[in-house]
């Protein structure tokens, strides 16, 4: 698989990493089957994976982005948020678009972490 042509997650000079946007792959990077708490949540595990390979979790997350292509999924993406976040959450924005890269993705999600000393 060629490696993507950006950088999964940036720090800044200050406290802040920048991830970008993740979607529901699976190990072999192939997409992930099934509806709306099965993407969310192969969408957290990569968030975690890439924040681990920067010292960071999600615990550390200050801010999510959502990109959402069916607004009817938004009950079931709750319920997979609160089942890896802790109050209090992250703060969000979620917009619908009409379509991701891929027509089997329903979600997408970036991040921002900083760093707690």
Do not use: C
């Not at 890439?50 to 292509?69: H, I, P, R």
């Amino acid at each position: 698989m060629t490696p993507p042509a950006f950088s999964q997650a940036r720090w800044t000079d200050g406290p802040l990493l920048f991830i970008s946007g993740q979607l529901p792959l699976d190990d072999q990077g192939m997409p992930v089957s099934g509806g709306i708490r099965e993407q969310a949540t192969a969408v957290f595990e990569r968030l975690s994976a890439v924040l681990a390979t920067e010292g960071s979790s999600l615990a550390d997350v200050v801010k999510l982005t959502y990109f959402l292509t069916d607004m009817t999924d938004l009950p079931g993406l709750r319920v997979v948020i609160g089942n890896f976040f802790a109050d209090p959450k992250p703060a969000s924005t979620l917009v619908q678009v009409s379509a991701l890269i891929d027509q089997k993705f329903r979600l997408e999600i970036e991040a921002i972490a900083t760093h707690r000393n």
